[in-house]
């Protein structure tokens, strides 16, 4: 099993440019869910998933789009990058509320806006 | 929302001695409570969680205790080793299993 798969690791962007974070798990686990990580600040909620053609608003879910049509895919679209969306972006995913076993957070995916 | 505070910030502690890292949450309603490492350049990785059920959990050397009544948590990692060197985050959710995190606590192990 290779978990979560996160690409790209590294991207620049130009401000107003649009791009889309790939996330991929193969262990058939129903909930996924997209943090950003900022410097003091832990990682915070954007959007998340609870299974294939379900979505919902987190913490910080503005200027960010999702989608997830598979059970093993959770794509995150910027639509027009800022300067303030300039993180670290990890995608975690987790087999449920039942059994509540615990988020497995892919490698991350380092952004900056210039 | 949930609010989940942690401290300390950073932890320096003599390889061999104890580590104590303690979180605060807001939601009453909060039943989970994991703790992460993260490693430079990696993502984060389930140490170990404690549900509202049970007051304390061990894991080797570490253990977590839940205090529902006055809201905190804690992760006590005994004798240290270098390894151990890492950012630690509590988390606290709810039943529709969102995570809200703590800032992050940096500990290192000195030799």
């Known amino acids: 099993n290779a978990g979560v798969t996160q690409t790209p690791k590294f991207q620049v962007l130009k401000t107003g440019q649009s791009m889309t974070l790939q996330c991929a798990q193969d262990m058939n686990h129903e909930y996924m869910s997209w943090y950003r990580q900022d410097p003091g600040m832990g990682l915070r909620l954007i959007h998340y998933?609870?299974?294939?053609?379900?979505?919902d608003q987190g913490e910080v879910p503005n200027g960010y789009n999702v989608s997830r049509s598979t059970t093993e895919d959770f794509p995150l679209r910027l639509l027009s990058a800022a300067p303030s969306q300039t993180s670290v972006y990890f995608c975690?995913?987790?087999?449920?509320?039942?059994?509540?076993?615990?988020?497995?957070f892919g490698s991350g995916t380092r952004l900056t806006v210039v | 929302g949930e609010n989940v505070e942690q401290h300390p910030s950073t932890l320096s502690v003599q390889e061999g001695d104890s580590a104590v890292i303690k979180c605060t949450y807001s939601d009453s309603a909060s039943n989970y409570f994991p703790w992460y490492k993260q490693e430079l350049g990696k993502g984060p990785q389930l140490i170990i969680d404690i549900r509202s059920n049970v007051g304390e959990k061990k894991d080797q050397r570490i253990a977590v205790t839940l205090n529902k009544t006055a809201k905190h948590f804690s992760l006590h990692i005994t004798e240290t080793q270098p390894e151990d060197s890492a950012v630690y985050f509590c988390a606290a959710s709810t039943y529709d299993y969102k995570l809200s995190f703590g800032a992050g606590t940096t500990v290192t192990v000195r030799a």
């Open positions: 975690a995913s987790s087999r449920g509320m039942e059994d509540q076993g615990g988020y497995t």
């Open positions: 998933s609870v299974g294939a053609g379900i979505t």
